[in-house]
């Protein structure tokens, strides 16, 4: 391969340079002090995220925890008023969704408090927090999204309820969950009188959940979709 010959500098190219040089030397020695209190103010920011994240953020969170607790333990026993509005000397759910709102705890709390108020029948006040709630596990997500479908449901929305199974469905695609979601979601569709789809959904769990507990007795669903929807 041949050796790529460079031109030596030239003397106008060299002025360049130093002219370039030159004008940015002029421009840190007038513009010192701007320079400096942009650095600063770089360093303030930094040095304030930091701080932040450690001496108020994260002991925030620790103290989330902490109150939580007790709440959980009455969650685990199935006394779900006490979970959800504390005891007097513990906070419940409410409390750590209010003051802790922003921390994963305080996260994980709208779930609880979701599944409380639904055992209370309070379908509005469960839709407030669980639609709040956010997960990216494919299990605990899906299952907020199938409480907000039986809320909406309960509620008589029933365009919502099948539009958050399907979601649920989506997030979980896993074997406990979908087939579940779906046959829910095929139930609402054939309150409203949409068999043709309730019938896809049927055919669905048939096909792709082959050993779930829904597929055992999906070929009754499915007749009677294809007998009301005429097919």
Known sequence: ??????????????????????????????????????????????????????????????????????????????????????DGFFPGFIDIIDEYGSTPMGNAAKFYAGVCYMRFGEYDEALSVLKKFKSKDPMVGAMALALVGDAHAELGDFDAAVKYYLRADKHASNELISPAVLMKAAAILEIIGDYSQALDLYRRIESEYYGSSEQHNIAKYKTRAELLGGK
Do not use: C
């Open 1 to 86: 391969m041949a050796k790529i010959k460079r031109k030596p500098a030239t003397k106008d190219s060299m002025e360049v340079v130093e002219s370039t040089f030159s004008r940015t030397e002029r421009f840190i020695e007038e513009n010192q002090k701007l320079i400096l209190y942009v650095l600063v103010g770089i360093l303030v920011v930094v040095l304030g995220i930091i701080g932040y994240v450690k001496f108020i953020r994260q002991p925030h969170i620790e103290r989330s925890w902490n109150e939580a607790y007790k709440a959980e333990f009455y969650f685990e026993k199935d006394s779900f008023r006490l979970a959800l509005y504390g």
